[in-house]
Each structure stands twice: as structure tokens, then as C-alpha cells.
């Protein structure tokens, strides 16, 4: 049969069967086999059963971020923040602000307000001192995590602590899941050996043990030795995962990452890290969709 014939007897025969399958009959057994291996062949026997997805990716080093030097701050945007504008580079779902800031001894930064943000520090080094409108007066440290759920609207400062270090510290920010809830003020300390070669959660919108957040966001942490690999599993249908590496050097699904550098994972259900030298991971699993 020539191609011509067969691919117009093909399509023929499946409109037959869709326009009335009650009326056709194979003549033989080797009819019904020949007509078989007809459609395969043509591929209407080869449709997907199940949504097919491919993973996508973004990379951002660290030397393309955001950088600004105010003597007293020292700071590094991984998305659009103050005087940094990229418009390819606004956020990764609801996750909206990813700073690397670093604040000389006894400086820090004043009263302000914040509404409708979901706003997590974490301290790497030195100690910082936070306080708000709610009446919080707190003290965070390396090993810490806090979160402020500033809602209709709070007003908070946060000043290095110490009289001759700098103190460093993550300042994220990510879009809420509901609108002007009440301020709420969350911290916890966490036992950075209770991450070694796996997945400590710090956030997550669950009271499972790390500080909550309004949005379908998990934050979790590892320290990963050197040749080890971890799988982490996607939380929640829809999200993405962020993945920010604060030391070492590592691969993540094939992709080569150094310190301070940014990965973003969607469309996939999970991904794995392993390290090529000691490293210290953050990954942060949000929905990629704003509502």
C-alpha cells in the first residue's frame, strides 16, 4: 500500500469509527490486525494518558545580582528591590524579595511599614535586634529563623546588635495567600545538626514544628557534605523551588552552583542536590502562581 492510500484509509476509518463504531465490522481477524497496526504506526495509538510536564529552569549568579554599598549596608538583590530594576528578574511565583544584606555594628534600619507581606530573616552571622508595632523585642542570631506576617500594616526596626561586628542576614519576602490578615510574629531557633545530609523545614504555612507563614510556602535547610546527595519532593501541586546556595559548591539536576548563586526549579515534581565540597543550602518551595 502506498503512503498516500494508507494514511487516507487510516483517517478514514478512524472518522467511521467515531461517526458510527456500532456499524463497522472487521471481515477477518486479519483485517482487524492490519488496521491495528495501521493506526499505531500513524500514532493515534500513542496519545498521552496523563499530563506530560518539562522541567524549567532559571539561573541567576551571584555576581549578575542587584548591588548597592551604603556604608553602613552592604547589600545584594537577587529580584527587583529600591534603586535595581531588571525586569526579567521581578520574582519567582510569590516569592518576591531574596536579600543578602550586610549591616556594620550599631547601624541598622529605622522605623518603617510594611502591609500585605509575608517578611523571614535569617541571620548568617552576628546578632540582630528587632523590634515592632505589636510590641515584639527580640534578639536574632545565626541558627534562627523569624517570620512577620505584616498583614493590614505593621511597623518595625531591626539594628546590629554588636558594638564592632557586622551582622549578616537573608531578608525575603514573599507575596501572602490572604490579604490583610492580623500582624502576627513568629520565631524559632533551629539545631543546625539536626540538618546535616538532610532537610530541616524552618517555614512552612503548617504548625509542624518551624515558624508558619500565610502562603503555601515551605522553606527548608541542609548542610550537605561533601559526594552526598538529597532528593527533595516538590510540597505542594503548582509550586517551584528556589534554591539558594549560601556556601559550598554544588549540582543541582545537572546545573553547576557556587555560592550565593540562585536556581529556580518548576514544572517538576522533585530535583536533586548533590555536593562537590561542603555546602550550606536554602531552598524555597512557593507557589508559582499570584493570586
Known amino acids: 500500500m502506498d503512503r498516500k492510500k494508507f494514511i487516507k484509509n487510516s483517517l478514514m476509518g478512524l472518522a467511521a ?14 483485517d482487524t490486525k492490519e488496521k491495528a497496526t495501521e493506526l499505531a ?41 529600591a534603586n535595581y530594576r531588571n525586569p526579567e528578574r521581578m520574582n519567582f511565583g510569590v516569592l518576591r524579595v531574596l536579600n543578602d544584606d550586610s549591616v556594620a555594628a550599631q547601624r541598622g534600619f529605622g522605623k ?30 545565626k541558627g534562627d ?42 520565631q524559632i531557633a533551629y539545631n543546625a545538626d539536626d540538618r546535616i545530609n538532610k532537610w530541616q523545614r524552618v517555614v512552612s504555612p503548617e504548625s509542624d ?27 505542594r501541586k503548582g509550586n517551584g523551588v528556589y534554591a539558594f546556595i549560601l556556601e559550598g559548591t554544588v549540582s543541582i539536576d545537572g546545573q553547576d552552583l557556587g555560592k550565593r548563586d540562585g536556581f529556580g526549579v518548576w514544572d517538576t515534581d522533585k530535583i536533586c542536590v548533590t555536593a562537590s565540597e561542603d555546602a550550606e543550602i536554602l531552598l524555597m518551595d512557593v507557589p508559582m502562581e499570584i493570586s
Open 209 to 235: 514544628g518551624s515558624v508558619t507563614i500565610n502562603q503555601d510556602a515551605y522553606f527548608s535547610m541542609t548542610n550537605l557534605e561533601k559526594g552526598k546527595s538529597l532528593d527533595y519532593q516538590i510540597a
Open 17 to 30: 469509527t467515531t461517526i458510527a463504531p456500532q456499524v463497522i465490522k472487521a471481515k477477518t481477524n486479519e
Open 145 to 186: 529563623v523569624q517570620v512577620m506576617s505584616a498583614g493590614t500594616g505593621i511597623y518595625h526596626s531591626e539594628k546590629n546588635r554588636s558594638g564592632d561586628e557586622d551582622v549578616k542576614f537573608l531578608q525575603i519576602w514573599v507575596f501572602p495567600k490572604e490579604r490583610n490578615i492580623e500582624p502576627r510574629y513568629d
Open 112 to 141: 518603617h511599614p510594611h502591609d500585605n507581606m509575608e517578611i523571614i530573616s535569617i541571620p548568617l552571622e552576628g546578632a540582630l535586634e528587632h523590634q515592632d508595632s505589636m510590641g515584639n523585642q527580640h534578639v536574632i542570631k
Open 41 to 81: 504506526q500513524v500514532g493515534f495509538n500513542h496519545m498521552p494518558n496523563k499530563e506530560e510536564r518539562t522541567m524549567k529552569t532559571v539561573l541567576h549568579r551571584a555576581n549578575t545580582r542587584g548591588h548597592a554599598d551604603h556604608g553602613w549596608l552592604n547589600t545584594h538583590h537577587s529580584f527587583s528591590f
